[in-house]
């Protein structure tokens, strides 16, 4: 039966990107392909540059997307907004229910969240491997008590999304970026909102510092990689319209897209020698030095956050493993080295856009 697919977050750096590389990806055959927007301008820009059918509604309003979703017949949902909140997701669930009950046809929603969530930030277990397949892992993630109040809201959204889909009937998909770095391909952000914390703290200091002791992990991957894990996980969605067969969902749906991971004392110091080496006095240098409390304040002013919070941005410990990923065929083209041996490019790229 013909698929229609709606993407969220058209204009953000993974939904840009993802939008870009849709004509090239050789998707199996769906009916049609629907772009959630804010803007007249927005919509002129998905329709002309990538061929989809743009929707203004707001996300948030419980009737305008049942209208949306609905009216539209549509049966996948990739959702790429609000990684914090559940209100929106549980809008765009109910409604794919209702297309259910309609059809008869199998609905699918994936809910974008963060490697933040999987993290010390969030309570998550971090001392030992935690793979993105472990049949434990909505288990885990129930009992996650996170040491910032304001990080338990995403772990509760990523249940909420399971048990919402559960609820209803719709098979659900977690999918989980990473600290994602390259160039966008979309008509709007083109990057990443974590490399940037780094060098919008140093560029306020004059030198990058670490937030934390020893030596830290946090898995790492390229924009186009991230963008090949949504494509592949949409194929098997849509693949001879076998419903998804194969593609784990629901509380065995988890998908990290990672292809490794690096210690941020590694990241830390390639991004201080790129921004030192530029010869525009971002920084007075390119050594990285511990943050105490006084300097903790000044990133804090400069990311706009309190001082306790500048780790969550540019710190702490995720030893979150791809593996799901490989079970599906996703084979990422770059290795977690290559975000340290691209720095120059990614700090090029940051202050030629920071705002």
């Not at 409604?95 to 009950?101: D, F, H, M, P, S």
């Not at 959204?157 to 098979?171: R, S, Y």
Request: hydrophobic share 40%; proline share 4%; net charge negative.
């Amino acid at each position: 039966m013909p698929r229609n697919i709606l993407i969220t977050g058209a204009s953000g750096y993974l939904g840009g990107t993802l939008l870009a590389r849709w004509a090239a990806a050789d998707l199996p055959p769906y009916s049609k392909l629907y772009a959630l927007v804010r803007t007249g301008q927005q919509a002129e820009a998905v329709k002309k540059q990538y061929g989809a059918e743009p929707l203004l509604f707001d996300p948030y309003d419980e009737a305008a997307v049942r209208r949306g979703v609905v009216e539209n017949r549509i049966t996948v949902v990739f959702h790429l907004i609000d990684a914090f909140k559940s209100d929106s997701q549980v809008h765009v669930i109910k409604a794919l229910a209702e297309v259910k009950k309609a059809t008869g046809q199998t609905v699918h929603f994936l809910h974008t969240s963060g490697a933040k969530i999987f993290s010390n930030h969030a309570g998550a277990p971090h001392d030992r491997e935690l793979r993105d397949n472990d049949p434990d892992l909505y288990q885990i993630q129930k009992h996650q008590q996170a040491p910032h109040e304001v990080m338990q809201t995403p772990v509760n959204t990523n249940n909420a999304v399971i048990e919402q889909c559960e609820l209803h009937g719709v098979k659900s998909y977690v999918f989980i970026p990473c600290i994602v770095y390259g160039k966008g391909e979309g008509f709007g952000n083109v990057i990443s909102i974590q490399t940037v914390a780094i060098v919008k703290a140093a560029k306020a200091l004059r030198r990058v510092y670490r937030t934390d002791e020893g030596r830290p992990t946090w898995p790492v991957c390229h924009v186009l990689d991230n963008t090949n894990l949504y494509l592949d996980i949409l194929r098997r969605i849509l693949a001879d319209g076998r419903e998804g067969e194969g593609l784990g969902s629901g509380r065995n749906g988890y998908y990290l897209a990672a292809s490794g991971s690096v210690a941020w004392d590694d990241l830390y110091a390639a991004m201080a020698a790129a921004l030192a080496k530029r010869g525009d006095n971002v920084v007075a240098d390119a050594r990285v030095e511990a943050a105490d409390s006084a300097v903790l304040e000044k990133m804090g002013q400069a990311l706009g956050c309190p001082a306790d919070f500048v780790a969550v941005h540019l710190g702490g410990n995720c030893t979150f493993t791809a593996k799901h990923g490989e079970e599906i065929g996703w084979k990422p083209a770059h290795s977690p080295e290559h975000i340290l041996e691209t720095a120059e490019d990614e700090v090029a790229l940051i202050l030629e856009n920071l705002n």
